[in-house]
Structures are given as C-alpha cells and as structure tokens.
C-alpha cells in the first residue's frame, strides 16, 4: 500500500503508508493500555512465584529511592528463602523462568529472587483483590510476561507477541524504505527537516526495550 503524498511530476510516492506516522513522532501500540480479557484461571500459580529482571538488592535501592513500582511490589511480595523453597511451592514454573534465564546475557539464574505474594489465600485468590496495586492490576502486562506453563493468558499473549513484532518489523522497514529514498542519505525524502538520524533513533528506542526479547532478529 503507498502513501497519497504526490511527488513533483505528480506520480504517486511510493513510500509505506505508515512512513507518515514514523516521520512524526508515533511511538509503537502501548500493549498495555488495551483491558486485559478475563481469562485468569485463579490458581493462584504467578501469585506464588513471581520474579523480576531486577535483583533483589537492587529493588530495595528502586524502593529506596522512592520509585512506586518497587516499593509496591515489595509491599506486595515477600522473598522465598530459597530457590528451591520456591521450586517446592510452584516447580513448574521456577524452572521455565530459570531455564529461560540461562539464554538470557543480562541475567544470572543462580542469582534470581522467587516472592510469593502476602495476601494470596490457599485456594489461589487474591485476599486484597479490590486493593491490589498497579503490578497486579496488570499482570501480564504484555506479551513477554513469563505466565505459569497452562496459563489461561497463553493464547492472548502470543496475540500480543506477534503483534509486537509485527510493529517492530514495520519500523524497521520504514527506516530502510527512508534510507533507499533519501536523496542524500541524510535527511526524510519527505521532509529535509528531519534526518534519518533521528528516525533511526526513535526506531532503535522502540526496538532497544524489546532487545531481551530478541528484537534485533524480527
């Protein structure tokens, strides 16, 4: 599909339809914003082994420093003693975390924290469901969230995943269309105020949140 921009001769532009978004400013679909469907199983499984990229040192100094997120989910959750006291209460899940841990170059699973949450009830429920904070409120927040193995989000997070990655491709795909049209290699074929640098850094911006994620290859 091409853009209804007119070049000088008045033959249609071939650029992408979506270069216009690109050129000014659009950021990628916020993954978040959008309701989470009801599609919780209520076992209660992510309540009790719940993890982060963040070691536990270092969200004692985020809450420390008064960032709300770690003070939250430290209010919320409350460390195992062990991995394998966490591995005792949920196995399943402990080990798809530290087995997905191991490919990962920024994170050591030997070093990982388990927490299970205060307020989880024996059967599964959340005790301060009404009350809960934001982390909770919108878990999985995205895609990429590591659920429990038969997690009734499954199917809606690999929706969610692909999404993305479409979105990513597409930005990347801007940026070469730009680079090919651009008459000095400098600036927006469309608009010499812009540079392609400022593009490649909006896109790299975008891209570079997901690159723990293996956004370099979609």
């Known amino acids: 599909m091409t853009s209804p921009h007119s070049q000088a001769n008045g033959?249609?532009?071939?650029?992408?339809?979506?270069?216009?978004?690109?050129?000014?400013?659009?950021?990628?679909?916020?993954?978040?914003?959008?309701?989470?469907?009801?599609?919780?199983?209520?076992?209660?499984r992510c309540c009790k082994s719940a993890t982060t990229y963040a070691s536990h040192e270092e969200l004692l100094?985020?809450?420390?420093?008064?960032?709300k997120e770690a003070i939250?989910?430290?209010t919320i959750f409350q460390p195992f003693e062990s991995q394998e006291a966490a591995r005792a209460a949920v196995p399943d899940q402990v080990d798809q975390v530290l087995k997905e841990a191991a490919l990962?170059?920024?994170?050591?699973?030997?070093?990982?924290?388990?927490?299970?949450?205060?307020?989880?009830?024996?059967e599964g429920i959340c005790g301060i469901y009404d009350q809960r904070p934001r982390c909770c409120r919108e878990a999985p927040a995205h895609g990429w969230s590591m659920m429990p193995p038969g997690c009734g989000f499954e199917g809606w997070q690999f929706q969610k995943r692909e999404e993305q990655k479409a979105s990513i491709r597409n930005l990347k795909t801007i940026v070469h269309t730009l680079e090919t049209l651009s008459p000095d290699g400098i600036h927006h074929p469309a608009d010499p105020s812009r540079t392609l640098d400022d593009i490649r850094a909006k896109v790299e911006k975008n891209i570079g949140?997901?690159?723990r994620f293996g956004s370099d290859h979609w």
């Open 61 to 67: 100094k985020l809450a420390d420093n008064g960032e």
């Open 11 to 44: 033959a249609e532009s071939p650029l992408p339809s979506t270069m216009d978004a690109m050129a000014y400013g659009a950021a990628l679909p916020d993954m978040t914003c959008e309701p989470l469907p009801d599609l919780c199983h209520k076992c209660g």
């Open 209 to 211: 949140a997901f690159r």
């Open 104 to 122: 990962q170059d920024n994170l050591t699973p030997e070093n990982m924290t388990f927490y299970h949450c205060r307020y989880v009830t024996p």
């Open 72 to 74: 939250d989910f430290l």
